[in-house]
């Protein structure tokens, strides 16, 4: 049984920062990619970032390039998204995502439909 969990989510101030944490179990295979994505309301999920194990490459959405950073644990079973400068538009629920299979991997913004794996979400809100 695959499993994602997040955790790290919470409040900030505009500027601030947070990390939040993802941790996989099961018949993840974490040495391909993972991700993050998030969700605001009223609007669609939407990716955030990849760390690409395979190529030990790292991509960004450019709207939190500069500001945010996601990287892997050494056990491999953990990720984190550091977050700084946060901004308003920031606020949304933040989602850890696991492919099912190496083609399932993007150099670049992964498509949602393209997601095999995901956390139940841990909520990120920003105030002005």
């Known amino acids: 049984q695959v499993q994602l969990m997040e955790s790290g989510g919470g409040s900030a101030q505009a500027g601030g920062s947070l990390q939040l944490s993802c941790t996989s179990s099961g018949h993840v295979n974490s040495e391909w990619c993972m991700g993050w994505f998030r969700q605001a309301p009223g609007k669609e999920r939407e990716w955030v970032a990849t760390?690409?194990?395979?190529?030990?490459?790292?991509y960004y959405a450019e709207s939190v390039t500069g500001r945010f950073t996601i990287s892997r644990g050494a056990g491999r079973s953990t990720m984190s998204l550091q977050m700084n400068n946060l901004k308003p538009e920031d606020t949304a629920l933040y989602y850890c995502?696991?492919?099912?299979?190496?083609?399932?991997?993007?150099?670049?913004?992964?498509?949602?439909?393209?997601?095999?794996?995901w956390g139940q979400g841990t909520q990120v809100s920003v105030s002005s």
């Open positions: 995502a696991a492919p099912q299979s190496r083609k399932s991997c993007y150099a670049g913004p992964w498509p949602v439909r393209r997601v095999g794996y």
């Open positions: 760390f690409y194990t395979d190529r030990g490459a790292t």
